[in-house]
């Protein structure tokens, strides 16, 4: 039997917590299903929530949560087909979900900009469209997310999508690119990826071999200068141009060394800023790279 709100909450808030948290309906309750866990910690917070009510509460949450999600997975038979077909996809959605919330439908089945603020592009606003009408017509599909992104590419191609460059991607179209040359540009970047990774770990070994190097040539440079003060104070004038030579030399050698370094920690640098914004893209579309990678390329 599946858990209502109501009985989730009641399970998982203490004995002891305020009367008015049990007399909330299934439905204002079922608006924390589309909150993330920070928006779900400030709504407790401006409430005044006790801490372990709060956290009995977050857990109920997540129980209804989940129980929903295994519903999902288990949908109900759709209901047989009228001869009419005037009834939009909201009807459809509404005789085959009753319990399941409108908003918390959208919400989950947004491809870009779900854990974002920034400006979807059309591709991106047509593609969370697309993917909002398929879960409606089958919640299930939001279980899983990479199933779902392509079947909202592939309505896209059967709707004939427009892309800024003019041409559309439709399998009618003659123009559009074939099958193989998705993959080959996936199988580019994995390559590119994987030599970048190679010159980092070779660019640090050499790092490393710098900054010994360097640390050498400062001893000898100590040394020298020691070596220097003996000769001045022994009055050893031709002792004295010979250590004023080394140290010269030791000079030129440390100033190279400083120079490859520099360049050497500034690429390295570059590289890291790389990675960490392909890591936040990949957590702000829920995609990995190679999944992503047609996308980006538009």
Not at 17 to 28: F, K, P, Q, T
């Amino acid at each position: 039997m599946q858990p209502t709100p109501n009985s989730t909450q009641e399970e998982s808030l203490p004995d002891d917590s305020s009367s008015g948290y049990y007399g909330v309906g299934e439905n204002d309750l079922e608006q924390f299903l589309g909150f993330d866990e920070a928006e779900i910690k400030e709504v407790l917070s401006a409430v005044s929530m006790k801490p372990f009510h709060s956290a009995a509460f977050k857990k109920g949450i997540r129980e209804l949560r989940h129980a929903l999600s295994v519903n999902l997975n288990n949908p109900p038979p759709p209901p047989p087909l009228t001869t009419s077909n005037s009834f939009s996809i909201h009807s459809t959605y509404l005789a085959a979900n009753p319990s399941l919330p409108l908003d918390v439908i959208i919400n989950h089945a947004k491809i870009y900009g779900k854990n974002s603020d920034r400006q979807l592009t059309s591709y991106e606003q047509a593609i969370n469209q697309a993917a909002i009408e398929l879960a409606l017509s089958d919640p299930a599909l939001m279980a899983n997310r990479g199933t779902l992104f392509e079947k909202a590419k592939a309505k896209l191609l059967l709707e004939g999508y427009t892309y800024k460059r003019g041409q559309s991607r439709s399998k009618l179209n003659p123009n559009a690119p074939k099958p193989g040359i998705k993959s080959s540009r996936v199988n580019l970047r994995l390559k590119r990826n994987l030599h970048a990774a190679q010159n980092s770990e070779n660019r640090n070994a050499r790092i490393s071999e710098l900054e010994h190097k360097l640390q050498i040539k400062g001893t000898q440079y100590e040394a020298a200068q020691e070596h220097k003060r003996i000769k001045t104070t022994q009055g050893d004038t031709e002792g004295l141009d010979k250590v004023e030579i080394a140290l010269e030399a030791i000079e030129r050698e440390r100033a190279e060394i400083s120079k490859e370094l520099a360049t050497l920690k500034s690429k390295e640098r570059k590289h890291r800023w790389y990675e960490q914004r392909k890591k936040v893209r990949m957590v702000e579309t829920g995609f990995d790279e190679t999944t992503a990678t047609s996308v980006m390329e538009i």
